[in-house]
């Protein structure tokens, strides 16, 4: 079983030429919404590769629908709890490119008790997975609560911050990261490369060429498949989903950055977040 301690929002896409540049005003050419939030993401590309998840968040009093969205996807809801602030959404940029510029306004997405937090992952065993990333609070408090219990920890250091990246480290069996969000961690670490991050594995992200895997003080490189993008928003999220399922699953580290790939490429030939996460199915038959 996998247990996501991550971020639900509503997602609000605007179709645009290009990424505004500071002080310009553009006319989006098209508008739409949908179920985003990268905990909420992670956690649908999870199930859509066929794994067992549990998400655990909050909503406001207005996040009914997207709630039901989740749970239609395949998602478990029943640990997300309900709070008076609004529910957490995002105002998503998307270029005719495919670039992607995000705001977010975090709301019940960082007023997750903890309480509620301690209570569900008492539940938890030594052959669960916790994952965690930036959109939420009560990181390390779950992080120390899913350790206690035997679980492995999983954490996605996106929106990167320093100071929380920091303290989960000790905790953490596989990190997550893009090119950028590396490079950030090894200089607020002071260290001179990726290699010497204090983590069993990292995964490094490297959009179009894929991913790579740093672990014992070794790179191994795991190309991507070349597609044409269209809207690259969630592609991280729906790798690590991907990859989090397969090694669940019992599936070799290889096997599961391939595959990850295979799934977070697919997203990016789709417009949309949680909606776009393809199905197992349709990543093993587009790429057969």
Not at 17 to 26: A, F, M, R, S
Not at 67 to 79: F, K, P
Not at 172 to 179: G, K, R, T
Not at 189 to 210: Q, Y
Request: charged fraction near 20%; charge should be negative; hydrophobic fraction near 45%.
């Amino acid at each position: 079983m996998i247990y996501n301690l991550g971020s639900i929002n509503a997602d609000y896409f605007y179709r645009v030429p290009h990424i505004p540049q500071p002080g310009e005003t553009l006319a989006s050419t098209a508008h739409s919404a949908g179920l985003g939030g990268k905990g909420a993401n992670q956690s649908v590309a999870i199930a859509k590769a066929g794994g067992a998840v549990r998400h655990i968040g909050a909503v406001g009093p207005d996040g009914g629908a997207w709630l039901n969205r989740l749970s239609g996807l395949g998602v478990a809801i029943e640990d997300v709890a309900r709070v008076d602030t609004p529910t957490g959404h995002a105002i998503v940029t998307v270029a005719d490119d495919g670039e992607n510029a995000i705001t977010l306004f975090s709301g019940a997405n960082t007023m997750i008790p903890e309480t509620h937090i301690r209570a569900v992952l008492a539940d938890i065993g030594s052959h669960d997975w916790l994952v965690l990333q930036n959109e939420t609070n009560g990181q390390v408090l779950a992080a120390e609560c899913a350790k206690a219990k035997g679980a492995k920890i999983a954490y996605s250091a996106a929106p990167f911050d320093a100071m929380v990246t920091k303290s989960l480290l000790p905790h953490l069996d596989m990190l997550f990261v893009n090119e950028g969000e590396a490079t950030a961690l090894v200089d607020a670490l002071d260290l001179s490369r990726t290699e010497d991050v204090p983590v069993p594995k990292m995964v490094v992200t490297l959009g179009g060429d894929g991913c790579m895997l740093v672990a014992d003080g070794t790179r191994v490189t795991v190309p991507a498949p070349k597609i044409t993008p269209v809207d690259t928003t969630a592609a991280g999220d729906t790798f690590l989903g991907y990859f989090m399922a397969a090694i669940d699953a019992g599936e070799d580290t290889a096997d599961a950055m391939a595959f990850a790939n295979q799934a977070a490429a697919l997203k990016c030939t789709r417009a949309g977040t949680a909606d776009a996460i393809p199905t197992r199915a349709e990543v093993e038959a587009y790429f057969a």
